[in-house]
């Protein structure tokens, strides 16, 4: 490890790159954001951070008031540093691959800038293949007796635990194409690796697919069980039961057996449709089709969801629907492919009266969701509404009390999309209450009109 610690830069400063700069200015060093955006870097240049996630604005505050933390939208203000992650937005094309205009943007902008020998690290995730062109472009355009290299460091941020992923992460994923390369990116990481974190070191390739085939692996385990939750609604079985059983078993594991409303967010479905979109461009997508399947049981579960729904009110037009939660998951403001904002919408267009209430995703849900109106808190949200769905599983949510909820309803009932909330505490207090994959028993007192 060098004595002198390399100065480092961060391009693109959305959520992953605003997040992987404040932590890498926490591990103690010197780093340079870039961004095209004049008005994200002023933002961030006064600590502001301008999306929701626990904890980060504190860090990014301390480190921007030290100096060790800047943020600049000139690609010459971070030429100087040895070591450049990329971290910028590979957006969803039509067909499901993956645009890598600004990922290509932003190589070609910063390496003909660079008179150090250099390390430029991919952070963004991209389809295999992505690095082979770019180490070829890299190579044309350097200037002269410079030695740009090119490594893949793939991210795995989780939304409302993105400081702690960042600081105290489960796997760091080196794929280098040389010993140089490698001791950089351990010196960069030296603090958890000294921590027992797990390196994995790998070719370029494979460094690419990792993330595309870990959240493709998620995404099949919440498709699982969510198709098992329609198999017990035929059948009926209860799906939180066969989860447990199941998640008993070490090979499978509890986690992701939620069966739900399905995922959303700006990863896993976007990622899941880019490998299906890569493999059939390398000649492979029979071996990945199941994917398809995968991403359609999900799309389903919003379908079931709004079916179950008519079935408590008939017909949606002028009826009053309340919605608990409109960010894609707890602990985020991100309503990106959000299966809540989808339903909310969809009862909208269909003449329902729509009321929200969300801890964090107001501003973005207001936006993704124009029809909608989003109360102060569950309470208002509540009023007198003839159905309640809880969309998104915030911990408040299963703090609220039953009675209370119902005294501000007009009927009680309640479709918990999530399977998160104490149905034997709802029904208790006359509530109606129905889920994804169970049959559940009939309140203990009607929920009378009010």
Known sequence: MSTHRPVLSVIGTGYLGATHAAGLAELGFEVIGLDRDPSRIDSLSRGIVPFHEPGLAEMLQGHV??????????????????????????????????????????????????????????????????????????EEISAPGVTVELAWNPEFLREGHAVEDTLAPNRIVLGVPGPRAEALLREVYAEAIAAGVPVVVTDLPTAELIKQAANSFLATKISFVNAMAEVCEASGADVTALADALGHDERIGRRFLDSGLGFGGGCLPK???????????????????????????????????????????????????????ASFKPGSDDVRDSPAVDVMNRLRRAGARVTAYDPAAVLTGRAAAPGVRFAANPLVACRKADLVL??????????????????????????????????????AAGWAVRAPGRHLAAPARAGSLV
């Open 65 to 138: 008031a030290s100096g060790r933390l800047r943020f600049t939208t000139e690609v010459a203000d971070v030429a100087h540093a040895q070591v450049h992650f990329v971290c910028v937005g590979t957006p969803q094309g039509a067909d499901g691959s993956a645009d890598l205009s600004q990922v290509i943007g932003a190589v070609e902008a910063l390496v003909p800038l660079l008179r150090l020998d250099s390390l430029v690290v991919g952070k963004s995730t991209v389809p295999v293949g992505t690095a082979a062109a770019l180490r070829s472009r890299i």
């Open 271 to 325: 990622d899941l449709r880019a490998l299906v979109a890569r493999a059939e461009q390398l000649g492979c997508g029979k071996s990945v089709a199941f994917l398809r399947d995968v991403d359609a049981i999900n799309l389903r579960r919003r379908d079931r969801v709004l079916a179950m729904a008519q079935r408590e009110v008939g017909a949606f037009d002028g009826v009053r629907i309340a919605v608990l939660g």
């Open 390 to 427: 809880h969309l998104t599983e915030w911990p408040e949510f299963r703090a609220l009390d039953p009675e209370e909820v119902g005294q501000a309803v007009r009927r009680r009932v309640l479709i918990d999309a999530r399977n998160a909330l104490d149905v034997d505490a709802w029904t």
